[in-house]
């Protein structure tokens, strides 16, 4: 699971830089972010699934950032620290509500979701 998750965030971030490159003229646009779940109880693609969901995130992000409408993103680290309630409780583990946990996010330049 982490090989797909790994192979996403190298997707994301390289889109995410080309999206920076190119300039946007949307004045008349908002932004959105854009954020992605991931299933923790999710079984694993087989690989030729990933590579076609690969393909296909590719193609998406690809013509995001062509028509200028991809302003960034980035991969959510997959561990880290959760402070939580009144008594500021820390935990040493990513949020997981609903058996999903944000995996990451995009910016975007839209008139409209």
Not at 27 to 37: A, D, M, N, P, S
Not at 64 to 71: P, S, V
């Amino acid at each position: 699971m982490k090989k797909v998750l790994i192979s996403l965030s190298a997707l994301v971030i390289y889109t995410s830089a080309m999206a920076q490159q190119k300039s946007v003229s949307n004045t008349e646009g908002q932004k959105f972010i854009l954020l992605f779940r991931f299933k923790t109880d999710a079984p694993p693609p087989n690989p030729g699934q990933m590579k076609a969901s690969q393909e296909k995130w590719g193609q998406w992000m690809g013509g995001l950032a062509q028509r200028g409408i991809l302003a960034g993103g980035e991969q959510v680290a997959f561990g880290g620290t959760t402070i939580s309630g009144i008594k500021k409780e820390v935990a040493n583990k990513p949020v997981v509500a609903n058996n999903e946990m944000v995996t990451g996010y995009l910016l975007i330049n839209a008139k409209d979701v």
